[in-house]
Nanobody, 119 residues
Framework: QVQFVESGGGLVQPGGSLLLSCVAS????????VSWYRQAPGKERELVAE???????SYADSVRGRFTISRDNAQNTVTLQMNALKPEDTGVYYC?????????????WGQGTQVTVSS
């Protein structure tokens, strides 16, 4: 089971940027999709962005055009560049992975990285 360690969170003002990274504990199978999720206080965890090994990406409507997910298959890392941040982007951000033919995330959840957008 692939596990991830997330980093890069912090406190940023509205309109600012952050670059999140997650490193896998082992080589990510080429058939796996890697995803970023986030969980805001008092809310359920939600999918933010996904990327395949072929670098095909998809985004939640709320972040499309502001966030960019990238994947380095050789380094087993996935990043999330977040621009034009809004207070509603606040939450704990997590990486997870799944085989392409499975809909639900399959990795154990890590500790995540806290993102706080506030003036």
């Amino acid at each position: 089971q692939v596990q991830f360690v997330e980093s890069g969170g912090g406190l940023v003002q509205p309109g600012g940027s952050l670059l999140l990274s997650c490193v896998a504990s082992q080589k990510i199978p080429s058939s796996y999709v890697v995803s970023w999720y986030r969980q805001a206080p008092g809310k359920e965890r939600e999918l933010v962005a996904e990327i395949t090994s072929g670098l095909s990406d998809s985004y939640a409507d709320s972040v499309r055009g502001r966030f960019t997910i990238s994947r380095d298959n050789a380094q087993n890392t996935v990043t999330l560049q977040m621009n034009a941040l809004k207070p509603e982007d606040t939450g704990v951000y997590y990486c997870n992975s799944r085989p392409m033919w499975v809909m639900a995330p399959g990795s154990a959840w890590g500790q995540g990285t806290q993102v706080t957008v506030s003036s």
